[in-house]
């Protein structure tokens, strides 16, 4: 807890530097020094020294998502010695904390090293540049948000994990992943590692869930049949918040920049606890990885250790005797591609940095429905699906981030099932980057099939289409909160991970699925798969 001495010690620096009177540069310095007293009041684990990790370690995971934190705790369990390295840090939660920032008014704990960034509720925000826990990675034509904590997505995901129908699985993988084993074995281990369930009545039926209800009301009312959503949050947290043990932050909207009473049981509650809790897992935050390689002998990292201001720290080589590579779609596939361009990779095969897809994510809204509750809490309850909407597309009930108060928007999240519209990565070498190459027209089919299916809702309830002057009825034509692929399985990693044209070099993450998971979110494929993927590494000896 922080102390009352110390917060109005931050409190009085805080008024005192508002009435300085200071040029633009010293202004931006003295808010920035201002701004990191604040986080140091609410976070101060998050600025402890970071200790250097091993020279050489066996096993090194670079990233701790979904993918990185089965890998780490699977190596662990078989002996392995293993290196986790995050280029996030971790951010410590408890029923009174505020370790996070929100979307009404996000300051730097909200965002990855940037100074502004277009909010899902439509307008621009501005911050001071800190080590926040959500990354918008800008392409031409394609803004991706990713995790960037300890925790990976887990920490800023809306919790929904579902497992995706037969038919859309098996167009995916093309038959090279079994659903039946999937459908027996490594969904259900998911499922019982995060203690995925659906929302429970009596919090459905409490006021902050009005919205919930009223979106449910509808797209009957339309037609279709919805269906309870899988999710990782904890329902006692929740009943905690309703009641008043723990502040409020799943009920009053708050999840795409965490959730500060660790309402969400995310990975560092499980995956990467009971790796820790082995002995033989480490994990390094603060600690991000440019470059990689093979000598002949082993994996050679070149690492540099920063602090949440940005600060650069040290900056070491690294090494390994096995590589695995779970730093997201976008960070593992940009790892591959700078290494096949600059040849320290020059082994792999045509197709690294191809097949990547936004799993045909839209953000849907309408308005002027009916008021029920003052809020609207964060957790998703359920979902329809059509089939007959040009493409495959699922609809799930959200909420509308960066609004305070329910103003009667209803909010969904969309996702279609479209398999031809696919993006690829190059290096540039002049500017030493790797950058997506994405049409700015990729992803109209799936805005056109998610338009479709709220239309249908808007026009049996006799609401509105998106909200007036302020917002669209369905954003998404330039944006993605779930990338997929750049190194996909049986094309440039074999049926389970391994990259092809290297041993002991594995992709553990999204970027081993080819665009997409079927119209639904794709954590819970992401996890099953990894489990699937490394149980059998680890069986063949690598």
Same mark, same amino acid.
């Given at each position: ?28 310095? @003295? ?70 920032? $929100? ?39 394609? @803004? ?81 049949? @919805? ?128 097949? +990547?897809?936004?799993?045909?994510? @839209? ?34 009930? +959200?909420?509308?981030? &960066?609004?305070?108060? $329910?103003?009667?928007?209803? &909010? ?29 027209? &990729? $992803? ?9 299916? $709220? ?88």
């Amino acid at each position: 807890m922080v102390s009352r001495r110390r917060f109005l010690l931050g409190c009085g620096a805080i008024g005192a530097g508002s009435l300085t009177g200071l040029n633009s540069t010293s202004a931006h310095a @003295t808010i920035s020094a201002i701004n990191t007293l604040k986080y140091k009041i609410h976070v101060p684990e998050i600025f402890q020294t970071v200790k250097r990790p091993p020279a050489h370690t066996p096993v090194i995971v670079i990233g701790s998502g979904f993918g990185g934190a089965v890998s780490a705790l699977r190596f662990a369990q078989a002996g392995e010695r293993v290196t986790v390295l995050e280029r996030g840090f971790k951010w410590p939660t408890g029923p009174f904390r505020t370790t996070f920032s $929100n979307d009404t008014l996000p300051d730097g704990r909200a965002f990855w090293h940037r100074t502004s960034a277009k909010m899902i509720a439509g307008n621009t925000a501005y911050f001071d540049k800190f080590a926040g826990v959500m990354d918008a990675t800008d392409y031409p034509n394609m @803004t991706v948000w990713r995790g960037a904590a300890v925790g990976g997505g887990s920490v800023i995901f809306t919790g929904v994990m579902i497992q995706p129908e037969r038919q859309y699985f098996d167009a995916i993988f093309g038959g090279g992943v079994s659903y039946d084993e999937m459908d027996k074995k490594y969904y259900p281990l998911v499922r019982k590692m995060l203690n995925l369930n659906s929302m429970p009545l009596d919090i459905y039926n409490s006021s902050p869930f009005g919205h919930s209800r009223v979106w449910d009301q509808q797209s009957r009312k339309a037609g279709y049949v @919805t269906s309870p959503i899988d999710s990782i949050f904890n329902w006692d947290v929740i009943r905690a918040e309703l009641s008043g043990r723990s502040l409020p932050s799943a009920i009053s909207g708050a999840s795409n920049h965490g959730n500060s009473n660790g309402a969400k049981y995310d990975l560092n509650q499980n995956y990467l606890r009971q790796a820790e809790a082995t002995g033989l897992a480490t994990i390094y935050p603060g600690h991000e990885v440019s470059d990689i390689s093979w000598d002949g002998r082993r994996y050679l990292l070149s690492v540099t250790l920063s602090s949440p201001e940005g600060n650069l720290l040290n900056r070491y080589e690294l090494s390994c005797d096995r590589l695995v590579l779970a730093a997201g779609s976008i960070g593992t596939t940009e790892l591959l591609v700078k290494a096949q361009a600059k040849g320290t990779l020059p082994n792999l095969n045509e197709e690294v940095g191809q097949g +990547w897809g936004t799993n045909g994510d @839209t953000i849907v809204t309408r308005s002027f429905s009916a008021l029920k509750g003052l809020q609207q809490a964060s957790p998703s309850a359920s979902r329809i699906h059509d089939s007959n909407a040009g493409l495959p597309v699922t609809l799930e009930n +959200w909420y509308v981030p &960066g609004v305070p108060v $329910n103003l009667g928007i209803i &909010g969904s999240l969309g996702m279609a099932f479209d398999e031809t519209n696919r993006g690829n990565f190059v290096y540039d070498k002049a500017k030493g980057k790797v950058n997506l190459r994405w049409a700015a027209n &990729g $992803n109209a089919d799936i805005v056109e099939a998610a338009r479709y299916v $709220n239309n249908r809702i808007c026009d049996a309830n006799g609401v509105v289409p998106g909200v007036p002057i302020f917002k669209e009825d369905v954003a998404g034509m330039n944006w993605t909160a779930h990338p997929l692929g750049g190194a996909v399985l049986d094309k440039a990693l074999d049926n389970e991970g391994r990259v092809i044209g290297y041993n002991g070099l594995y992709v553990m993450d999204g970027a081993a699925i080819p665009g997409s998971t079927g119209s639904v979110n794709p954590s819970l494929t992401i996890t099953a798969l990894a489990e699937r993927n490394i149980e059998r590494i680890i069986a063949a000896g690598g």
